[in-house]
C-alpha cells in the first residue's frame, strides 16, 4: 500500500470511516479525539493526498468535501495484485492461498 505519514493514515481513516464527504474542518473535528492539530495542516495534508489522488474533492458552496478515491480494501487489493505480478507466475497460486490460509 501506498506508505502513508502518520498525519495522512489518520485523515485516510477517519475519510475511510465515514460513509459521506467530509470537510476539512470535519477531518479536523475527528483528528482532535486524539491529537490538536491546526487547520491549515489538516487542509495541506488534505490537498495533497487530493493531488496524489488518494482524495476526490467536490466544491460544495465555498468547502471542499474530500472522499477518498478507492475503499481501503480496493487500494489492499491494487497493492498486493502489484506486488504479486512482480513475482514468479507460478508461485502467485502459493501466495494467495498462504495469505488465505493466514485470514482464516
Do not use: C, H, N
Not at 79 to 94: H, K, N, Y
Request: charged share 30%; glycine share 6%.
Amino acid at each position: 500500500m501506498p506508505v502513508f505519514g502518520e498525519l495522512e493514515q489518520a485523515v485516510m481513516d477517519v475519510l475511510w470511516s465515514s460513509p459521506a464527504a467530509l470537510s476539512v474542518r470535519e477531518v479536523q473535528g475527528a483528528l482532535a479525539r486524539d491529537r490538536e492539530f491546526a487547520y491549515t495542516t489538516v487542509m495541506t495534508v488534505m490537498d495533497r493526498l487530493a493531488k496524489k489522488g488518494q482524495l476526490r474533492r467536490d466544491l460544495d458552496g465555498r468547502a471542499w468535501r474530500y472522499q477518498p478515491s478507492q475503499s481501503w480494501a480496493e487500494l489492499a487489493a491494487d497493492e498486493i495484485m502489484t506486488l504479486l505480478q512482480s513475482g514468479p507466475a507460478d508461485q502467485r497460486r502459493q501466495v494467495l492461498d498462504a495469505v488465505r490460509d493466514r485470514v482464516g
